[in-house]
């Protein structure tokens, strides 16, 4: 059984400076969507630095806004069944039937969170590099093939015959189950 976390509403108020208000926002949006979330962004011009100020109260950089976005969607993710693991998002971890827990990543967190959204669906290889990394379409890594190899090695009984994280065109499907 999967769960897909109910979208939420994270109201965040940032004040940047007059150039950035439009892009700032953008990428907070588009971040939250990535998660399944959905984020109110009011913008307040200001004479200030680069740096972006989160609720008035302290400077912090828009990758921390993120981060926080990420973790905040995370914190409420349903454990799912993978295989004969138990998939606890929040946990960064994967519990066995022994009971023995596997840790994970972030980044295979997010790549197994994807995925799982997915519902079965296979997902583009482009898609995920932009839904997990940020990276623009036609970028030249092999990030998520060793991503997807380290997974494999954790999930599967036979990592040379995956059951569970499959290859699927130019992209990769989650059986779940």
């Known amino acids: 059984m999967t769960q897909t976390p109910p979208s939420q509403t994270l109201p965040i108020s940032l004040r ?8 700032v926002g953008d990428v907070l949006v588009r971040a939250a969507t990535r998660y399944g979330m959905n984020v109110t962004v009011t913008t307040m011009p200001a004479d200030i630095d680069l ?3 989160l609720d008035g109260s302290r400077r912090v950089r828009l990758g921390l806004v993120l981060d926080m976005i990420r973790r905040h969607s995370v914190a409420g993710a349903a454990p799912a069944v993978l295989g004969m693991f138990e998939f606890l998002p929040a946990d960064l971890a994967l519990r066995g039937a022994d009971g023995i827990v596997t ?3 972030e980044k295979e967190r997010d790549l197994l969170s994807v995925l ?3 519902r079965g669906a296979a997902v583009a290889r482009d898609d995920l590099l932009d839904r997990v990394w940020g990276f623009a379409p036609g970028v030249e890594t092999h990030t998520l093939e060793t991503h997807i190899y380290r997974l494999r ?3 599967e009984t ?3 015959a995956p059951v569970i994280l499959t290859t699927d065109g130019d992209g990769y499907r989650l059986i779940t189950g």
Do not use: E, F, H, Y
Request: glycine letters at 4%.
């Open 116 to 118: 799982l959204a997915a």
């Open 158 to 160: 036979d990592p040379t």
């Open 16 to 23: 940047v400076p007059p150039s950035l208000p439009g892009r």
């Open 153 to 155: 090695q954790k999930l």
């Open 51 to 53: 740096s972006d100020m």
């Open 103 to 105: 840790r994970l990543t």
